[in-house]
């Protein structure tokens, strides 16, 4: 191991005995009280340093044997200390391409601060190598979806579209002016394979143990439509495949100036498709009626839906970013919910979706059966921030359906 105070976290000194690590509510930690030796070792945490040679160091400026790994100790507990050289063979795979490397580093920052343990954020940055996702849907939305997730080092993005790319579809991290005219499913492959950092050895991309001539199973779908109402209104039919097989999946679109991004729908465990379909007809009855009719060919959208850049932007990257949480093991606030943001005013709002009594998918009563159990007490973040008793029930159920979490 060779430690290194998570450098993506700026240090300040509060006083004259604690340091602050971190600016933003959601992730700073204070430290104290730190005695002046104790200040000097820090300094030597830098990550080019094993422990062996942290300690004569140590042992050299007077310090007393001990004192590197009680530092250590504590830096681990407060989950400011990282592994230069952790995260597992994937990771080591990676450092070996410095191209790709240096491209995610950024990335791999961002996971550094939300994963304390030592080497969780390269560890999970290398696992999202051997990760396969399908992208259903090439417009704005979905193409620059793909693309981030490409980017984000995410190995085998899929993106599946019909028709051909329309002057309306170009956005910026999407579809270029240059692929109007193409085959939608062939222009969004060649964005997915130029947006990515680097292309990994075979060997790396696929999940590890599987023979060579199987193809791995999707961890998730994402549905983003050029049409957004099927996001905002999904099709359970659409959905059963999944549901069946228990693949995760997340909707994503941006219908009528309206951008929703949820739910991410944990097959068993949280509301699907159905439930949704089944809830809306509870509240207002003659939803079925409508969705039928514009569902009906002849009287469907057609041509460029209302859905300008800036708001396809925010969704395709909300949207990237619920799905790398999920990818990286975590829970994120879309699970069993909907984001739903509107123009002029773009305040997002969100709105949870309990699973269904009457639906088939069966999550109801998984549901019931955690809630007898009164699984879970909240759990407190860096920050002390407590989690919502919604989100802990949904990770119990996740962890107990097998998702989350169990991808490094
Ligand atoms: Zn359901």
Do not use: N
């Amino acid at each position: 191991m060779h430690p290194v105070v998570k450098p993506a976290l700026r240090q300040a000194w509060r006083d004259l005995r604690h340091v602050q690590f971190g600016t933003t509510a959601a992730h700073a930690v204070v430290m104290g009280p730190v005695d002046t030796a104790t200040g000097c070792l820090l300094s030597l945490f830098d990550g080019t340093r094993g422990l062996p040679r942290l300690r004569d160091e140590a042992r050299a400026i007077g310090l007393p044997d001990g004192q590197v790994d009680a530092l250590l100790g504590r830096l681990a507990k407060a989950g400011l200390v990282d592994d230069a050289t952790g995260g597992g063979p994937a990771a080591d795979a990676l450092r070996k391409r410095p191209g790709a490397f240096d491209r995610l580093r950024s990335d791999l920052a961002s996971l550094s601060v939300v994963h304390p343990e030592p080497g969780g954020g390269m560890g999970r940055l290398a696992a999202r190598s051997a990760i396969r996702v399908q992208v259903r849907g090439a417009g704005r939305v979905g193409a620059v979806l793909a693309a981030a997730l490409s980017a984000a080092g995410v190995g085998e993005v899929e993106v599946l579209d019909g028709g051909r790319v329309e002057p309306w579809d170009v956005a910026p991290g999407g579809l270029p002016a240059k692929a109007v005219g193409e085959r939608r499913a062939a222009a969004a492959r060649q964005l997915v394979r130029q947006s990515a950092p680097g292309r990994a050895p075979r060997a790396v991309r696929r999940t590890a143990g599987s023979p060579p001539s199987v193809e791995s199973p999707l961890t998730l779908v994402i549905v983003a439509p050029r049409d957004g109402l099927a996001a905002y209104a999904p099709d359970p039919g659409a959905a059963e495949d999944w549901v069946t097989t228990g693949t995760p999946h997340l909707y994503a679109g941006v219908v009528e100036a309206t951008g929703v991004v949820g739910p991410l729908v944990l097959p068993g465990g949280t509301a699907c498709a159905g439930c949704l379909a089944l809830h809306r007809a509870d509240r207002d009855p003659v939803w079925p009626r409508m969705m039928a009719q514009w569902s009906t060919p002849g009287r469907r959208a057609t041509g460029p839906g209302a859905c300008d850049l800036a708001l396809a932007t925010a969704v395709a990257g909300t949207a990237a970013a619920h799905a790398l949480s999920f990818l990286d093991g975590e829970l994120p606030a879309s699970t069993g919910a909907r984001w739903e943001v509107s123009s002029p005013l773009l305040d997002w709002r969100s709105e949870q979706f309990r699973p269904h009594r009457d639906c088939s998918c069966g999550a109801a009563g998984q549901t019931q059966g955690e809630r007898a159990s009164k699984a879970g007490t909240p759990h407190d973040t860096m920050a002390g921030v407590t989690a919502s008793t919604e989100q802990c029930h949904h990770a119990d159920a996740a962890r107990r359906l097998g998702f989350g979490g169990a991808h490094v």
